[in-house]
């Protein structure tokens, strides 16, 4: 025979729980900690793992949801406490979908964060090299180079270029590495 004082205890828990944070709530609470992105993957993780869960285990709860209900025509004095019963496991379907949203959340915002990052450190990069003197007279070099492609009379040699750049050049310092330049271009743009 089925024990009925165990169903009592699990009603008697489930009655004296009945708030759950909403989704903005939850929101907030998770802010006010500073996660690191590590912890908070870790807590989407374990909503999302959570979420499945309570999704097994809604399946289980709604089959005893039709065995309560059968026992309602036997069991009168137990209604009240079974309707109570049925309202709880509606709000654990809806805890799965706030457990499942608040992951969803978490995983874009992860994402994003990632996402700005390599955008900002981009950006920095490229501001970097705009600034940068060497940069400048890197493509004043390489315009000298096109104009040498085109008239090879210029100069008898790369190492004759790089010299001669070199002298041009106030904030370059190695004639090797403007010939390695050459070399470079030579590669990429034959016809020059």
């Given at each position: 025979m089925f024990d009925f004082s165990e169903l009592e205890k699990i009603l008697n828990a489930i009655e004296t729980n009945k708030s759950f944070e909403s989704f903005d709530e939850h929101k907030s609470r998770l802010k006010e900690k500073n996660l690191s992105y590590d912890e908070l993957l870790s807590y989407a993780a374990a909503?999302?793992?959570?979420?499945?869960?309570?999704?097994?285990?809604?399946?289980?709860?709604?089959?005893?949801?039709s065995a309560l209900d059968k026992m309602l025509s036997w069991k009168g004095d137990l209604l009240d406490k079974q309707k109570t019963a049925i309202v709880e496991i509606t709000k654990m379907g809806e805890l799965q979908v706030l457990a499942s949203s608040t992951a969803k959340f978490l995983e874009g915002n992860i994402a994003?964060?990632?996402?700005?990052?390599?955008?900002?450190?981009?950006?920095?990069?490229?501001?970097?090299?705009?600034?940068?003197p060497k940069q400048k007279e890197k493509s004043f070099v390489r315009e000298c180079w096109q104009d040498w492609q085109k008239n090879p009379d210029s100069y008898k040699s790369k190492a004759a270029f790089g010299k001669d750049m070199l002298q041009k050049c106030e904030h370059l310092d190695s004639q090797k590495k403007i010939e390695d330049w050459c070399r470079e271009w030579e590669k990429t743009n034959p016809a020059g």
């Open positions: 909503c999302s793992a959570w979420g499945d869960v309570i999704e097994y285990e809604n399946e289980g709860l709604k089959k005893i949801q994003g964060r990632d996402a700005q990052k390599r955008i900002m450190a981009k950006k920095g990069a490229l501001a970097k090299i705009a600034s940068d």
